[in-house]
């Protein structure tokens, strides 16, 4: 039996130094998925060492691909493969699987496969992915939890319009379009810079897809992609997180391999806290006050709004500010898991459906708690980095699942975080 990996952090120590932003999680995936259209080998740097990302190269292997590791550069070879399906075993491990849906259907035409799993975040619909699907041209049949999908004539283009600008939906139809018969528009697409990062890999190896990163999306479909050499973008999500411990403890960090751009509408947040935010050539320095100021309001939106992934580190932050900050969740309707465990620290949080309200507290005490999801995890580790004593946090297969290497990020940066 495997035994359960905890974090200790002994809490109350400043942070400085440098760090280099790790290759963006929510890039990956969909890249990874994409080069089951090549039909070679590809050649990903940048690439994080995550659970998730493992899980991508594990049902790459299982439908017969070749794929390795050199630091952080991963080599995919999808020139042989042999399988259509994804097992539930593999699917539930992580719950962006669906991914595969769109590449599996655009190089065999077919695709079987089960539900995805991940973190218990509320319900995540993949109805939008399934009708733009079948707008194209693919029958689906749903039973017993498993999706049967095939190609009725042809793979050909639709005009897709997106009730919500689904990531997901946009990045599987943009990889289903990128080798479909006709041209593919997606209305009301999701904008991420996610989303331009899979539009530049797809390009690179021969796709033609115009308007990533706005809120409509040309896909002319082209027969075949060849293999192509990217580098994935760095983790936007990483850099906010990092941001809300250096607050948290009141310490000056510099973050290199950064996209200013990308963090556009998280900057604000941090320098109404009253952080300073040094942009150069080369990274991004935030230093922080002795005592934090509340950020008043963050309502989570689509972007370019506030990522629903940095609300929960950034609400650790709020919860040792001076004032009320009330936070508005609009993506999810289970995002606040994390809120009673911040409580057993001592913060004053009080949640009514999609709001909360955090009146800052002057410190928080250690504890032990348990995390529930990714960034309910990264919230529990930034708490604990100012709490006073000694703090156990449990659960951390869920932070592995998006932060390289966090402990060791941390410690190189001057903390007291140990993984036992």
């Known amino acids: 039996m495997l035994g359960v990996s905890v974090f200790v952090v002994d809490g109350g120590r400043t942070l400085s130094g440098e760090v280099r932003l790790q290759g963006s999680k929510n890039s990956a995936l969909p890249i990874l998925a994409a080069t089951l259209l090549c039909g070679g080998e590809c050649v990903l740097y940048n690439c994080p060492r995550l659970s998730d990302v493992e899980a991508s190269l594990t049902i790459l292997r299982y439908i017969g691909c070749t794929a390795r590791r050199e630091g952080d550069t991963v080599i995919v070879d999808t020139g042989s493969v042999s399988r259509f399906d994804i097992p539930a075993e593999l699917m539930h491990r992580m719950r962006s699987s669906i991914i595969f ?89 999701a904008r991420e810079p996610e989303i331009v990062d899979l539009a530049d890999f797809l390009n690179a190896c021969g796709a033609k897809i115009h308007g990533a990163g706005e809120s409509t999306v040309v896909i002319d479909g082209t027969q075949k992609l060849h293999p192509a050499v990217h580098a994935m973008i760095p983790d936007r999500i990483v850099a ?25 509408s998280v900057f604000p947040v941090f320098r109404d806290s009253g952080c300073e935010i040094d942009i150069d050539g080369g990274g991004v320095r935030i230093s922080a006050p002795y005592r934090l100021k509340s950020p008043k ?49 001592g913060a004053d949080i009080r949640v009514e459906g999609k709001v909360a309200v955090v009146d800052g507290v002057r410190r928080l005490l250690s504890a032990n708690v348990r995390a529930h999801d990714l960034r309910g995890a990264a919230a529990l580790v930034v708490a604990a980095l100012c709490a006073r004593g000694k703090s156990e946090i449990g659960g951390i297969e869920y932070l592995e699942r998006g932060y390289e290497d966090f402990e060791l990020v941390l410690s190189e940066l001057g903390a007291d975080i140990k993984k036992i």
């Open 101 to 189: 849906l769109g590449a599996m259907i655009a190089r065999f035409d077919r695709a079987r496969m089960s539900f995805p799993g991940g973190c218990e975040l509320g319900p995540r619909p993949i109805d939008l992915h399934l009708s733009a699907l079948r707008d194209m041209g693919i029958e689906i049949s749903e039973e017993h939890g498993e999706l049967d999908c095939c190609v009725k004539e042809e793979l050909h283009g639709a005009n897709i319009v997106l009730p919500l600008p689904s990531v997901g939906a946009t990045e599987n139809i943009m990889i289903a379009a990128a080798t479909a018969n006709g041209t593919t528009v997606i209305s009301n697409a």
């Open 240 to 264: 906010a997180t990092l941001m809300s411990a250096a607050a948290v403890t009141g310490s000056s960090i510099r973050m290199t391999g950064v996209v200013p751009s990308h963090l556009e």
């Open 297 to 345: 309001l963050i309502r989570t939106m689509p972007y370019p709004g506030f990522p629903t992934d940095a609300q929960a580190p950034v609400m650790s932050m709020a919860a040792v500010a001076d004032g009320m900050t009330v936070f508005v969740e609009n993506m999810f309707l289970s995002r606040y898991s994390h809120v009673s465990e911040l409580c057993r620290f």
